[in-house]
């Protein structure tokens, strides 16, 4: 990504981005490539931290001691806690608490609150949303307008259905829930502390505590008209 501008805001020349730099490295920042990293002067980096190429810092910005953020990330207006990596994402607007792990390819946008000692991964995009410790949305995700409690496993292709065309809706999981992949959480609705959503749901209703809550169609198997050359598979 381009290290692009707001309307009216100056550019960085090449002495003041390396000025920057320099000072963070003396803080004892780790910055193995200046060519290909930029911080605005209004961030705050603390000793320790790695800034691997390609990381863009903007804003009201503040990292944290011993975290390892990038390669190749956009980070703005954000707080990342002690001992948090960040890879090959965009987060603008968000907290990543402390011992968290996010990316690659993640999206946290403004009010993502995650962790700490959370798992936010590929493809997983946050919004106006609390993930407590330990909670896990590794892959192919959308949480937002969400609570979610502590140790509980969002799957694959799992979507909170924050938005019925007029309003916004809130859906709150409790902790140690298991949501299996593909589900469709439709807000508002809750999820009870140790419940199970199988995949493949489409979830309507609050589930207790630790229910099992299915929400799809009965598989129907019929023979098939359909014939099939000898020999060919």
């Avoid at 410790?133 to 969002?154: F, M, Q, S």
């Amino acid at each position: 990504m381009s290290d692009q501008r707001r309307e009216g805001e100056p550019e960085l020349d090449s002495d003041g981005r390396m000025r920057i730099l320099e000072g963070l490295r003396e803080q004892g920042v780790v910055i193995p490539d200046p060519d290909r990293t930029y911080v605005d002067e209004s961030v705050n980096v603390a000793s320790g931290t790695i800034l691997y190429p390609g990381t863009h810092l903007r804003g009201a910005t503040s990292i944290g001691p011993d975290c390892r953020i990038g390669p190749d990330c956009w980070i703005e207006d954000t707080t990342i806690e002690e001992r948090a990596t960040v890879r090959y994402s965009v987060l603008e607007g968000a907290r990543v608490r402390g011992g968290s792990d996010v990316g690659p390819y993640t999206h946290l946008r403004p009010g993502a609150d995650v962790g700490p000692e959370a798992r936010v991964g590929n493809f997983v995009e946050v919004k106006n949303a609390r993930l407590e410790r330990g909670v896990k949305a590794g892959h192919l995700a959308y949480v937002g307008d969400a609570e979610i409690g502590p140790g509980t496993n969002v799957g694959a292709g799992t979507i909170t259905c924050n938005y019925d065309g007029r309003a916004k809706h809130r859906t709150v999981i409790g902790k140690d829930v298991f949501v299996g992949s593909n589900a469709s959480l439709i807000a508002p609705v809750t999820i009870g502390d140790g419940a199970t959503v199988a995949a493949g749901s489409t979830i309507t209703e609050d589930v207790p505590a630790g229910g099992l809550a299915f929400g799809r169609a009965r598989q129907v198997n019929k023979k098939s008209d359909r014939k099939t050359e000898e020999g060919t598979g």
